[in-house]
């Protein structure tokens, strides 16, 4: 047993000593630090997630044609509850409130000619807060010192009431 460990002992011994003898400290340094940096940069490398999708079944498209989803085209920029689900309507106001004197606007695409659409969204005003279909779309939303492209305000700040209940779309232009 003990010649087995002397053997090992010795091939060892010549095979780090050739490698000492062909490779000098600093190219050990530089391999160590390559290694050190790729290993810290390979996390942020884009690598393919679609095998992991696969076993879930294709979600269906949400309509962009139906004005009682979020996902309508013209609620692009819309912030607020859908005056459609409100007793309201796309452009109407529910009984008992008034609309905004002031509003935000916000260009979306209609996906259905491929034209961009210049959009109006008035808050109603006048009762308290619908509660029904909440749409949150921020697209091209500017900051809050653009006042007239920002959604997250109270645009019954205007009005006699300043609480809001929901919020209509209304095409003002072809963008």
Same mark, same amino acid.
């Given at each position: 047993m003990r010649r087995l460990f002397d053997w090992m002992d010795r091939f060892t011994e010549r095979g780090l000593r050739g490698v000492a003898h062909r490779h000098g400290r600093r190219s050990?340094?530089?391999?160590?630090?390559?290694?050190?940096?790729?290993?810290?940069?390979?996390?942020?490398?884009?690598?393919d997630r679609s095998g992991a999708f696969a076993a879930e079944p294709a979600k269906p498209k949400p309509?962009? %044609? =139906?004005?009682?989803? !979020?996902e309508y085209w013209r609620y692009c920029a819309f912030d607020g509850y859908l005056c459609t689900c409100c007793g309201g309507s796309l452009?109407?106001?529910?009984?008992?409130?008034?609309?905004s004197k002031v509003s935000w606007v916000g260009t979306c695409l209609n996906p259905n000619d491929g034209r961009q659409y210049l959009v109006s969204y008035h808050d109603c005003c006048g009762k308290g807060s619908c509660g029904n279909c909440l749409c949150n779309n921020n697209e091209r939303e500017r900051p809050g010192y653009?006042?007239?492209?920002? %959604? =997250?305000?109270?645009? !019954?700040m205007a009005n006699a009431s300043n609480m809001f209940h929901c919020t209509t779309s209304i095409i003002v232009g072809v963008a």
């Open positions: 050990l340094l530089g391999k160590l630090g390559v290694a050190l940096v790729g290993g810290a940069v390979l996390p942020m490398l884009p690598f309509d962009p %044609n =139906d004005p009682s989803k !979020c452009t109407q106001c529910p009984p008992g409130t008034d609309a653009r006042l007239g492209v920002h %959604n =997250d305000i109270n645009w !019954c």
